[in-house]
């Protein structure tokens, strides 16, 4: 019986199994098999490094919800780099509000789906402090419940005597595609921000 099986192992013993093709018998060995799965790399490309950290910032599972905001409130710091606006931008993938309806994300109840129409609150009065701000400060930090987390944080801009404090409210999603990660309910200025209208 073992003699049978070795023979079996030999590459003339696999011809006996090989069907003919165009009138000449193909000779297919074990090796022949296992040569294919070697041309897949058990590697990273080299260029995956580079994929990864051109990946957009934004939410990461592995965030708090104080990480989340202090990463939103750097990208504000350093808006302008790698390019315009790109702070803003952070803060719209970090927003936990639905593009098809309207927001109290500022406060007042605004169709905030277009990007565009986001961006330009923050370049209003109230809200502009944030872009480049020079010093910003925690000033209270709350787990109102098991996913809602509330932070309170005076900033200082880069205007003289330009200085004001905007409260964070994040949410912990749970379920959906989003399982997990902290998103930005709301960012609310401390006084009245849209007494005069705001066009956006």
């Known amino acids: ?10 590459p003339q013993s696999m011809s006996l199994f090989s069907k003919p093709y165009n ?8 090796s022949s098999r296992f040569r294919a799965s070697a041309d897949v790399p058990d590697f990273l ?3 995956w490094l580079e994929s990864r950290r051109k990946r957009p910032f934004g939410p990461r599972l592995d965030f708090s919800a104080d990480e989340a905001v202090n990463h939103q409130l ?8 790698p390019r315009q606006d790109y702070g803003i931008e952070v803060m719209y993938r970090f927003a936990g ?17 277009q990007f565009e129409r986001f961006r330009r609150i923050f370049h209003h009065s109230t809200y502009r402090v944030l872009l480049g701000h020079r010093e910003k400060k ?6 109102v419940e098991e996913n809602r987390f509330k932070q309170r944080v005076w900033i200082r ?4 005597e330009e200085e004001e404090i905007f409260q964070f409210t994040m949410v912990q999603r749970v379920g959906g595609s989003w399982d997990g990660y902290w998103l930005t309910e709301s960012l609310l200025h401390d006084g ?9």
């Not at 009138?23 to 074990?30: C, D, P």
């Open 192 to 200: 009245d921000s849209f007494s005069g209208g705001v066009a956006y």
């Open 23 to 30: 009138g000449e018998r193909h000779i297919a060995s074990v």
């Open 1 to 10: 019986m073992m003699a049978f099986c070795s023979s079996l192992s030999s």
């Open 97 to 113: 509000f639905d593009p098809f309806e309207r927001s109290t994300y500022f406060g007042p109840f605004f169709d905030l789906g």
């Open 74 to 81: 750097d990208a504000l710091k350093y808006n302008d780099l």
């Open 157 to 160: 801009g880069t205007r003289p």
């Open 138 to 143: 925690i000033l209270s930090s709350l787990r």
């Open 45 to 47: 490309s080299a260029d």
